[in-house]
């Protein structure tokens, strides 16, 4: 048997939800707070640190070649035509946000996947 759906409880908490402050740059309802930001600077300090203590044991030499190598291998192969395309695409982001806040960066946002799909 299917349970039915108390679609005016729905309703009212989406309502709630969208009468929020500060709604319009939450993705979902659900916002960065201040632990979590601190959580992802640990961690990059973490790994920071690992790279220059730990630099000749086995984990400082993993984490070199992901973090450091990789990266700078694959961005040795891009020409300027190539790296002309990304920077274009984060200045029209850019401009969008400024000029439409909220709603550009909704746009953008809705943008991004297929303009970074041509890039």
């Known amino acids: 048997m299917r349970k039915k759906i108390n679609r005016t409880a729905f ?11 500060g709604h319009a740059m939450s ?3 659900r916002h960065v707070d201040a632990l979590e930001a601190l959580v992802f600077l640990w961690l990059f300090l ?3 640190l690992a790279l220059t203590v ?11 070649r ?3 190598e990789a990266p700078a291998r694959h961005l040795s192969r891009m020409t300027a ?13 850019v401009a969008a946000i400024v ?3 909220a709603d550009g960066a909704r746009m953008f946002a809705l943008a991004a996947p297929d303009m970074g799909a041509d890039v």
């Open 66 to 68: 992901w973090l450091v």
């Open 27 to 29: 993705q979902g309802g």
């Open 54 to 64: 730990a630099d000749e044991g086995p984990v400082g030499i993993a984490l070199r």
């Open 11 to 21: 309703s009212k908490s989406q309502k709630r939800l969208e009468a929020s402050p």
């Open 81 to 93: 035509g190539q790296t002309a395309g990304p920077c274009l695409v984060v200045t029209l982001g």
């Open 99 to 101: 000029l439409f806040e």
């Open 46 to 48: 973490l790994i920071v």
